[in-house]
């Protein structure tokens, strides 16, 4: 999974772990040296050879530049991988290379979660001053729909934040959200510098 910050792929990481857990599987996170994890695998696997595992890798772009061979081989199946999902995350895919997520066997999808849509940011904002009993008309609703274009649900978040717990307009929780989107940008740098064809060169794709 890909996108920007923001765009929901902690909160969905954490939905299929519950999900995995209730249905009696096992997590494994991979951290630290990416040359264990395979270690780790077969010693797990030799103590329970038929449990489900779900294996998370977290900005997996952070393991790539000095453990590409390693990941390769794990992802390849060297290490008794049976019965194991692999799920990767990153908000920099363009500092991924083709021999990692453009192969099948590896990767079977590669989805990207993008900036909510008009649709999806009206549904939220309804859905959460609705249930703070904040009263808000048809016209401010549109308004705070429109000005939210290019927004993650982060920074949606945020502007729920400054209109209920600091009591502050509608007009002036966008100000101060659109302050604080610029200067996460600027540091992150995922949404101001990264090529536009490398934005758009991924898409989500069965193999």
Known sequence: MYGPPGTGKTILINYLITQHLEREGVILIGDGDVSFWGKAISDFRDVEPDRKILFLIE????YVENNEKPLLNLLDGNHNTNNIL???TTNYPEKLD??????????????????PSYD?????????????NYKIDSEELLFLIKETE???MAHCRNIINFI???????????RQAKQSKKINNKNVGFIEDTPKKLKTGFTQRPY
Request: charged content about 30%; aromatic content about 14%; overall charge negative.
């Open 150 to 152: 290019g927004f993650s």
């Open 164 to 174: 209920l717990i600091f009591n502050n307009s509608i007009s002036d929780s966008i």
């Open 120 to 132: 999806r940011r009206k549904v939220f904002f309804e859905k959460e001053l609705e249930e703070n």
């Open 98 to 115: 083709a021999r990692l997520i453009d192969r099948p066997g590896r990767f079977h999808f590669v989805i990207e979660l993008g900036l």
């Open 59 to 62: 900005d997996i772009d952070c």
């Open 86 to 88: 692999f799920i990767a």
